[in-house]
């Protein structure tokens, strides 16, 4: 690259400066849908199984969800994940369970679930009870667990991504191998500390892959109404560091790509992957979605993770349909039984409210 | 006892601390290479290399929360703000995640994490350079707020803060870190959070101050000395949690009280004072709790106005012959 400026010869005779041309060349990897296969990524029939029973587990678990937030079971705000689901499950697959970390925005039951964090536990704290994953401390948008490596859960849009770069500190400063995962709306991307956060990760070579899961809307506004450039996963280019575009609603083409990632980042080498998915509820149970047509969703739902997967599984002879209704009794009976639970669980006791605020025991509030 | 400026008393306690414990850190603009803007983190790049002591770009949100993160997954952050006035733009990270994450992960994760540095005025730098962050930060459960007025105090409490399991907010003045005093050279040599220093006993009236504001006290102590007057002096040193017992029965024995507060006045750390004493000792005070602090006003430029703007102590002084009724 030269910024040279360069004579050029005019009418008169005398030179003019102008400028030189720079010329960049810019690679990305893509991991379009139908391209991967169980056998391609090495996955047994057992594994697929799994895949397809996660995913339905969070679909199921938030139908219920809905459900009991219609009968004011569960209060404040409920932001559903469902049409997401292969983002969630595909990822974690490529984590280590008991080494790995993950940290997410509001819409968080799906990666929950994913991480192996109970339905019971999930529930009880949509219902605000003492056995919720939060202990009725967080409700829906402040899931927790530090045994499953859960960093939360957090609400404010943009707000964890510099944490999970500390995450990844930790992980590279105490040299334990681990690698952080940090999942992003396309809302978030225009928050400074998505910008502040990778170009730290990029300079202190941290193991984090940072996943825009991009479901098209910040709230009401599509993608291309906030960003300048709707292509998000260039935004590596600013951070040096590589980025993929992945199509999420295949749950094995985000396998890979967060599989070829995670590895990366166990490099040293962080990296950034836009995800393109759909949600196929409002942002919230408030909002009625007004923003997209009818037929813009009916189309997105035809590409649908789990029906996807389902197919799969017939087309390739990998589960019998009897097997495949077990599952689903199964799933179904587990998110029933976490109604039952969160229901039977008691509310806080007025006390624990002074609970978790300090780890000092006899911290002096004002009463 | 050794004599060190107040910046080397600070460096001192992160020094022992990063010797006795692996897991801390120090990270902040300007505090590596360039060996900090204050220098007060001095040669601990050669002492403790780049892989614990690291530079940032101007990025306070960023490595605020990187800090926060690296505290949940098991490190010990000291993080360095080159002034508090350049953490409005990480205000987000200190709120929403320091002080309340604990709290919302019904106590699974915890921060023991420490941010520091200078705070309140620090000359002709008009407004945004001027700003007094302790009443804000102690409005919020699950950050403790420590402000310090001496090099004793600068790193007995520190060596507590970076040892305490919760976040704490540690704040010092760039007009003090050239400051000398006697420094404990005790083994392990810590303070307790939370408690106030008497720093001067007296039964006429009790001031109240932190950090510059203490020396204000001081001096206005004195010059009631020369008037025949003992003046209690009581600096709070941990803002949150506050010493309320110290103060309380303080003041039920002078039965008089002025505040100084180098912040602004609405809603700052001397209304919660004056409230705290009216709510405990009404019976027992002989006056109105009165207090002193800057104008209601952005900081200004203008030497003059600047002089003009904050606590002088001669506005302590008259305050305290107002509450003692002499004038």
Not at chain 1, 23 to 52: C, M, N, W
Not at chain 1, 304 to 322: A, F, G, M, T, V
Request: charged share 25%.
């Amino acid at each position: 690259m030269s910024l040279k400026a360069k004579e050029v010869a005019t009418q008169n005779g005398q030179p003019e400066a102008s400028y030189d041309v720079i010329e960049t060349k810019l690679t990305f990897r893509q991991y379009p849908g139908d391209r991967f296969s169980h056998e391609s990524l090495g996955l047994s029939v057992e594994d697929v199984a799994d895949i397809y029973r996660n995913m339905l587990l969070q679909r199921r678990f938030e139908e219920r969800s809905a459900q009991m937030y219609g009968r004011q079971k569960i209060g404040g705000f409920l932001h559903l994940y469902i049409g997401q689901e292969a983002i969630s499950t595909g990822s974690v697959y490529a984590l280590k369970s008991g080494l790995d970390s993950a940290i997410t925005a509001y819409r968080d039951h799906g990666l929950a679930l994913a991480l192996g964090m109970t339905s019971n536990e999930c529930m009880a704290e949509l219902f605000g009870r003492v056995d919720g994953c939060s202990k009725g401390k967080g409700g829906s948008m402040h899931f927790f667990s530090k045994e499953k490596g859960m960093f939360g859960g957090h609400g404010i849009v943009g707000a964890h991504i510099p944490v999970a770069t500390g995450i990844a500190f930790a992980h590279m400063y105490k040299n334990d191998g681990g690698v952080c995962i940090c999942y992003l709306g396309d809302g978030a991307v225009w928050q400074g500390s998505f910008h502040e956060a990778l170009n730290l990760a990029s300079l202190y070579k941290l193991p984090i892959v940072y996943v825009i899961e991009n479901n098209q809307y910040a709230m009401g506004t599509a993608v291309d109404r906030a960003s300048a450039e709707t292509d998000l996963f260039k935004q590596c280019v600013s951070y040096a560091m590589p980025g993929s575009l992945v199509d999420g609603m295949d749950v094995f083409s985000v396998c890979q790509a967060m599989r070829d990632h995670v590895d990366m980042a166990r490099e040293g080498q962080p990296s950034l992957v836009e995800i393109r998915t759909y949600r196929y509820r409002g942002h919230s149970m408030s909002d009625p979605g007004k923003y997209r047509t009818k037929e813009e969703l009916e189309a997105k739902k035809n590409e649908d993770p789990i029906l996807r997967l389902k197919s799969y599984l017939i087309q390739e002879n990998l589960i019998s349909n009897e097997d495949l209704d077990v599952l689903d009794m199964e799933v179904k009976a587990e998110v029933a039984a976490s109604v039952t639970f969160a229901d039977e669980s008691p509310f806080p006791p007025p006390e624990a409210i002074y609970d978790h605020v300090y780890t000092q025991e006899d911290y002096p509030f004002l009463t | 006892m050794a004599e060190l400026q107040i910046r080397e008393a600070i460096r001192a306690a992160m020094v022992e601390e990063m010797d006795r414990d692996e897991n801390i850190f120090l990270m902040g603009e300007e505090v590596a290479e360039y060996n900090g803007a204050y220098k007060v983190s001095e040669g601990m790049r050669d002492r403790f290399g780049d892989r614990r002591v690291l530079d940032t770009p101007i990025s306070e949100n960023g490595f605020a929360g990187l800090g926060l993160g690296a505290a949940m997954n098991g490190l010990r952050p000291i993080i360095e703000f080159m002034t508090w006035n350049f953490a409005f733009v990480a205000i987000d990270q200190i709120i929403n995640n320091a002080a309340k994450i604990r709290y919302m992960s019904g106590g699974q994760f915890s921060f023991p994490i420490v941010f520091r540095g200078p705070n309140g005025a620090a000359g002709q730098l008009a407004a945004t350079h001027n700003t007094s962050v302790e009443a804000l930060y102690s409005c919020f459960p699950g950050l403790k707020v420590i402000s310090v007025s001496n090099p004793d105090d600068a790193k007995g409490l520190l060596k507590s803060a970076i040892r305490d399991d919760d976040p704490v907010v540690f704040l010092e003045s760039e007009f003090m870190y050239g400051m000398r005093g006697e420094v404990s050279e005790a083994e392990d040599y810590t303070i307790p959070i939370g408690e106030a220093r008497i720093a001067r006993e007296g039964d006429a009236v009790t001031i109240i101050g932190h950090n510059k504001s203490y020396w204000r006290a001081l001096e206005a102590a004195e010059m009631l000395e020369a008037d025949g007057y003992a003046a209690e002096v009581i600096d709070p040193r941990t803002i949150r949690p506050f010493d309320w017992d110290t103060v309380i029965a303080s003041v039920k024995k002078t039965n008089r009280c002025v505040v100084v507060d180098e912040s602004n006045p609405f809603a700052s750390v001397s209304s919660e004072i004056a409230f705290q004493i009216q709510a405990q000792a009404f019976d027992y005070l002989d006056a109105p709790v009165h207090r002193i602090t800057a104008r209601d006003t952005p900081a200004p430029y203008a030497k003059n106005l600047m002089e003009y703007y904050l606590p002088s102590t001669e506005d302590v002084y008259r305050a305290c012959r107002a509450v003692m009724y002499l004038d």
